[in-house]
């Protein structure tokens, strides 16, 4: 500690830009793990209209072609390309709202039937 | 904006992709880093191909970069000049000149990702001093690899949280820059002969 002091008196800016980068370390540090705790308990992401059935799939550990099943959506091969749930949405010519909620009632079916 | 083009990905994919990066390696305001996320995350979901997403987003920043670089050597020191009326891009450029002179490889390097916002600028001043090409273009390709590869890659491993994945990656990205400092200003530190001497107890 007497030699950090010495050390601090000798090169003052240098020892404090030292010392602060240590704590922006530690700090950046700390937040990553609590991000990847967090991350860890909460891999589920609530339904946008910009994502696919795929991806919603993915984000809830749920098999994407059981949800179209269920919410009587067309599968991806219809168009070509997937298809997000707005462009779905607008070519039912339903509000967005309707799939996100047929969706999420679909996720929630599937995921009572896993456990 | 985002979500609009956050739903343009999974149609237009790897187009969309390639000029997000392509445009925000132009100093552009366009969201690469969320949008390179989310295919990955699209990805993992199999609505995109994993090294296709990293090929389309890497070879954007790629071809951003050689577009920057030339503009640098066209317009030269007119350009310049006029952009540093501005003090804050004035400032930006000091920064990115003074890395330059120092270490030009690690600097192309490094602006790639992890100091992004100097890279457009790092572009600039390389192509205007005429720092060499294939210099520039070796660094430019690794360090917009590690970028793509990085976003890409932490969205397909985060699969269905994109907010998740922002934030673990910019807190990784943090620690990594805090790292280097502290490495630096270590070595800096401990190194010089007035560190020494105090740490040996004698007066500094």
Redesign the interface.
């Known amino acids: 500690m ?2 950090f002091f ?2 601090w ?3 003052p800016w ?2 404090s ?2 010392l602060l ?2 704590v ?6 700390g ?2 793990v609590g ?2 705790v ?2 860890a308990n ?4 609530d339904v ?3 994502m ?1 059935v ?7 550990g749920v098999d ?1 072609r059981e949800i179209d099943a269920l919410a009587g959506l067309p599968v ?1 091969e219809v168009k070509g ?4 749930l ?2 779905i949405a607008s070519d039912k010519g339903v509000p967005v709202a309707d799939v996100i909620a047929a969706v999420e009632a679909a996720v929630a079916t599937l995921r009572a039937a896993k456990e | 904006m985002t ?2 083009l ?2 343009l ?3 237009y ?1 790897l187009w969309l992709l390639a000029a997000t990066t392509f445009l925000s390696c132009l100093a552009l305001p366009f969201p690469a880093s969320i949008l390179m996320l989310t295919a990955g ?2 990805a ?4 995109l191909v994993l090294w296709q997403a990293f090929g389309a987003a890497a070879a954007g920043g790629i071809a951003g970069d050689q577009l920057g670089y030339w503009a640098g050597r066209g317009f030269g020191a007119t350009f310049l000049s006029k952009l540093r009326k501005d003090p804050a891009r004035d400032r930006l450029l000091a920064r990115a000149d003074a890395m330059m002179d120092r270490r030009g490889v690690m600097a192309v390097f490094l602006s790639r990702w992890l100091v992004s916002p100097l890279g457009p600028w790092v572009n600039l001043v390389a192509g205007s001093t005429g720092y060499g090409w294939p210099r520039f273009t070796a660094a430019g390709v690794a360090g917009e690899s590690v970028w793509a590869g990085l976003y890409v890659g932490t969205g397909y491993g ?8 922002s ?2 990656l910019g ?2 990205l ?2 990594i820059g ?2 280097g ?2 490495v630096a ?2 070595y ?2 401990f190194s ?1 002969a ?2 020494q ?3 040996r ?1 004698g007066k ?1």
């Open positions: 007497k030699r010495a050390l008196r000798a090169r240098l020892t830009a030292f980068s240590c922006v370390t530690l700090f950046f540090a937040r990553f991000h990847a967090y991350w909460h891999q589920n992401e946008r209209p910009w696919t795929g991806y919603v799939a993915r984000s809830w994407g991806p390309h997937p298809q997000t707005s462009e | 979500d609009w956050l739903g990905v999974p149609q994919g995350g699209f993992a979901a199999g609505d985060f699969a269905g949280n994109v907010e998740a994945a934030q673990a807190s990784a943090g620690m805090g790292a400092a502290v200003l270590g800096w530190l010089s007035q560190g001497a105090a740490l107890g500094g």
